[in-house]
């Protein structure tokens, strides 16, 4: 016959309750703290899309007041001639 699964008939050990406890402690710290890192990531995450929102932002607005000052002083804009690299 084969023992059924689950239940065994031999007492636990306290040596082994106390494993198991900590075992779980462990777990829930660990889950606590990956839950915390991914929060953490992603709100580095939603930073860094700002950022790259403002500084996209901040290029065009530069490149704007460049221009109104070259025509102002009637000055080619050499700097937005850049070489593009292939």
Not at 22 to 27: F, M, N, T, V, Y
């Amino acid at each position: 016959m084969v023992k059924a699964r689950g239940h065994s008939t031999e007492p636990v050990s306290e040596a082994a309750r106390a494993r198991s406890r900590k075992q779980q402690e462990d777990l829930a710290r660990v889950r606590a703290e990956r839950n915390d890192l991914r929060s953490q990531a992603q709100l580095l995450a939603r930073i860094v899309q700002v950022l790259e929102i403002e500084y996209h932002r901040f290029k065009e607005t530069n490149a704007a007041l460049e221009e109104q000052l070259a025509a102002r002083t009637g000055v080619l804009d050499l700097a937005g001639r850049r070489r593009r690299c292939p």
